[in-house]
């Protein structure tokens, strides 16, 4: 259990100007089984901050040169800070030096002399704090990609294809660059659900979602489940030609997957019908007709015999 608690000691960045101050809060802290790292300047904590991460800061409000309350505001401009309680240790306890210990950013303070039944409890709470937001963010992280992402094929859902095909319309709208949609259909889904069973359907989905995805590389582009056997993809900065290239390929790679289906129409395997379009969104044109532009080119597609793609522009 000792080891346990070592492994896991939080680490308390201490800045004071006073060499005494600084050792008597060390000797109290370490008693209490934190770590300590001492900082005697408000530039030298700033170093300190971005070298170590610590999980809280003892500040001391008045110093030369740099005070605690602009060596707080600084602080917080770090980008690693995000989680960091600053607890100010201060001789002041007047309405304008507390109010703006908080202005800065600071989550609390203690007033000398230290009060060390105050103080212990402060530094165990804010720390403690601190670690339940973090959990809190990431567990909210987690809810979003739950909610954003389809339960079966582990792509995107409508849902999120509806939100980023807003923003990259938008984004494409301003930087007047061509903007692709595709979007994918089962050739006969429904007919081989009816002759192996819908499990045996799901797995099918699962197969070319993977297919799908492993041709879309990528950062910007996004493969979505758009609904039941339909799936769609988003290609910003991408012209006519480059949703051509990822059109074939897809129809490819589910030809490429020869998952048996005696049932089709077209081939003794499943195959998949893709319609796309491409354009660079004008002020008065309008994204709910760039995606029916791409279901007239699926029907098209379908029309001309499936297993293949058809462009609409």
Known sequence: MKADVQENKSLVLIVDDEPFIRMILRHFLEREGYKIVEAQNGIEA????????????????MMPDMDGFECCTQLHSLDCSKYTPVLMVTGLEDQE??????????????????????????????????HLQQKLEAVN??????????????VPNRRRFEE???????????????????????????LYNDT??????????QEIAKAIKEIIKRPADLVARYGGEEFAVILPNTDT???TYV???????????????????VSPHVTISVGFTTEIPQPDSDLEEMIAAADRALYQAKAAGRDRYSSNH
């Open 247 to 265: 059109a074939d390929k897809i129809c490819d790679a589910i030809r490429t997957l020869a998952i048996p289906h005696k049932n089709s129409q």
């Open 196 to 205: 192996y069973g819908h499990r045996v359907g799901d797995r099918c989905l």
């Open 141 to 154: 992280v987690e809810l979003q990609r739950l909610v954003t992402i389809d339960g079966l094929t582990q």
């Open 46 to 61: 700033l170093t300190v901050f971005n070298q170590l991460h610590p999980d809280i800061v003892l500040l001391d409000a």
């Open 164 to 190: 980023y095909f807003n923003q990259e319309w938008q984004r494409m709208k301003r930087d007047q660059q061509p903007l692709s949609l595709i979007v994918c259909d089962v050739d006969f889904f429904k």
């Open 241 to 243: 030609e480059g949703a």
């Open 97 to 130: 030096s507390v109010d703006r210990a908080f202005e800065v950013g600071a989550m609390d303070y203690v007033t000398k002399p230290i009060h060390w039944a105050v103080l212990r409890q402060r530094v165990k709470r804010l720390i403690e704090q601190s």
